[in-house]
């Protein structure tokens, strides 16, 4: 399974962003999705979650601002992000839960990363 992110970029205080990843690959199932950020200097959080049925969970910090869905035809989780902040920034990485096979348990598998820029 591989994933592949974009969708960072620099953005000015109170602008928007939509990150964007796709698993590819031989996969027999996808569980929950996600977003984590690793802020510089900080430790990596996770910022929001989805599940197969569609749940979410996000940290207190982005509610109401970022929101996350997926398109489970094409295996592909977003995370929308309004009115951001400079305390957004960071390295974004999209995580998946997923069984490679019928025959084998899911693993986490995790994209390469996409840097969001927040400064005027």
């Known amino acids: 399974v591989q994933l592949q992110a974009y969708g960072g970029g620099l953005v000015q205080p109170g602008g928007s962003l939509r990150l964007s990843c796709a698993a590819s690959?031989?996969?027999?199932?996808?569980?929950?999705m996600g977003w984590y950020r690793h802020p510089p200097g900080n430790q990596r959080e996770l910022v929001a979650t989805i599940t197969s049925a569609g749940a979410t969970n996000y940290i207190d910090s982005v509610k109401g601002r970022f929101t996350i869905s997926r398109d489970n035809a094409k295996n592909t989780v977003y995370l929308q992000m309004n009115n951001l902040k400079p305390e957004d920034t960071a390295v974004y990485y999209c995580?998946?839960?997923?069984?490679?096979?019928?025959?084998?348990?899911?693993?986490?598998?995790w994209g390469q990363g996409t840097l969001v820029t927040v400064s005027s």
């Open positions: 995580n998946v839960q997923a069984r490679p096979s019928f025959y084998q348990p899911a693993r986490d598998y």
């Open positions: 690959g031989s996969m027999f199932s996808i569980n929950g």
